[in-house]
């Protein structure tokens, strides 16, 4: 019995140790617990601050917010429809840049494209931002102010051509009445998007054959500068032409072209409505607004002067107010202005060119009674602008009427355009002095 006895003692004790070395274990695991998790979550936010979480955070980042703001107020500003071009990030790049505040006021997306002899360039869309408060580093461009306005735009160059051009963007900007011409202000936007450096010196300007290339304008405007651009309501900015050999500006081809850029609605009804005119200066350069008055369309009068046919396809009659700038050109018409537009076709099989700025033409009215020049600075033809030997092309003349001699004496009369002889861009005569007469 007593044998029995301590037996079952020892089993008893034996019980005793074993659970309670299992429970002390068991113990030790959970006290390590917590400083393990402590150690995985300290390796998750280290590693969280090196790269970023491929998760959403909760809250969205001031940047992320920053560009949802921009998205909003672009659904609030005015916006003409066309191709897809998303300008918030550039907009939130620049206002991070100059540490200023941007907010889009006017959009446009339809696309305008000028061809040069199978070299194109496309205004593929722009979006016209005003900036305030930025940093007085970048006063300089903005007019030594720090509030202003930009217009960020998008072109596209094409090259179709079998060989490779040069090409220099110099998409200089203007408005009526402004100041001076606007370029590319490089400090606004990253310099690797931006146009001027993807056809830079640094690569001659080249332009391979098929090659496109795509990239940013910024234009920068003071507020004053802005207040001026805004009230003419459009801004028109020049297109140079391609040259063949580098450097050599004498193997230019095609000829320079202008795209409008409507900065409000008044600008976008005015451009609208300038494409029924022929593209005088007056309308070109938005010197004032036309009306019109009579017009005929598709006549194909057709004389000859020499090896030049010539042929009348049509004219305009517009009443013309002047704006405020250009007001003082035409002070003499005290009774109001009447333009008479023609537009011709010369199909030169001469064996020299014709020069379009020196081209000669007189109107005669009230039965020969009278008679007036054609206004050569209402043209919008340079000393290169060219009807090349063996091409045709269109010539505008343009005349300016009074008004009130016009409504009273010569619209119920005959109008007669006698143009030439042609001269070649060293104002040499190359018809011989021969003319030629068209009745309107």
């Not at 980042?61 to 916006?79: C, G, I, L, W």
Request: glycine content about 6%; some cysteine.
């Amino acid at each position: 019995m007593e044998g029995e006895f301590l037996k079952k003692l020892i089993m008893l004790l034996t019980t005793i140790i074993v659970t309670a070395l299992i429970l002390s274990a068991c113990g030790n695991e959970k006290e390590e617990e917590p400083a393990n998790a402590t150690e995985a979550n300290s390796e998750e936010a280290v590693t969280q601050e090196g790269e970023e979480s491929e998760e959403e955070p909760a809250e969205e980042a001031p940047e992320e917010e920053a560009e949802k703001n921009s998205e909003e107020q672009a659904e609030e500003v005015s916006t003409t429809e066309g191709t897809e071009t998303d300008f918030s990030e550039l907009i939130i790049y620049m206002e991070e840049e100059t540490e200023g505040t941007a907010k889009v006021i006017y959009e446009n997306a339809e696309p305008q494209v000028h061809t040069m002899e199978d070299v194109s360039v496309s205004l593929d869309a722009y979006s016209l931002v005003e900036l305030t408060d930025f940093h007085t580093d970048y006063s300089i461009p903005f007019d030594d102010e720090t509030n202003g306005g930009v217009i960020i735009a998008q072109y596209t160059v094409t090259n179709n051509r079998a060989e490779d051009v040069y090409y220099m963007p110099a998409f200089y900007a203007s408005f009526t009445g402004a100041p001076k011409d606007y370029n590319n202000y490089r400090d606004l936007l990253p310099l690797e998007g931006q146009l001027p450096s993807i056809l830079a010196p640094d690569n001659d300007y080249l332009l391979k054959a098929g090659e496109t290339v795509t990239g940013y304008y910024t234009y920068p405007f003071g507020k004053e500068h802005l207040s001026s651009a805004l009230d003419a309501s459009t801004v028109s900015v020049e297109i140079p032409e391609p040259i063949l050999e580098k450097g050599d500006f004498g193997s230019s081809i095609g000829k320079k072209g202008k795209f409008t850029l409507s900065l409000n609605e008044d600008g976008a009804e005015k451009v609208a409505a300038d494409a029924a005119f022929y593209q005088d200066r007056v309308t070109s350069e938005n010197m004032g607004e036309k009306k019109m008055l009579e017009e005929a369309e598709g006549l194909s009068k057709s004389e000859a002067i020499g090896d030049v046919n010539v042929t009348l396809d049509g004219y305009q009659f517009t009443e013309f107010t002047p704006n405020e700038v250009e007001a003082p050109r035409f002070e003499n018409f005290t009774n109001g202005i009447v333009l008479l537009t023609a537009k011709f076709n010369l199909d030169n099989k001469g064996s020299e060119a014709i020069g379009l700025t020196l081209t000669p033409s007189k109107l005669t009215v009230n039965d020969g009674a009278q008679y007036m020049l054609q206004e050569g600075m209402l043209l919008d033809y340079s000393y290169d602008d060219l009807i090349e030997a063996g091409e045709s092309g269109e010539l505008l003349q343009i005349y300016a009427l009074d008004k009130e001699q016009y409504d009273k004496i010569w619209k119920d009369k005959a109008f007669e355009i006698e143009i030439g002889p042609f001269k070649n861009q060293d104002a040499e005569d190359i018809s011989k002095g021969k003319t030629t007469n068209f009745e309107l």
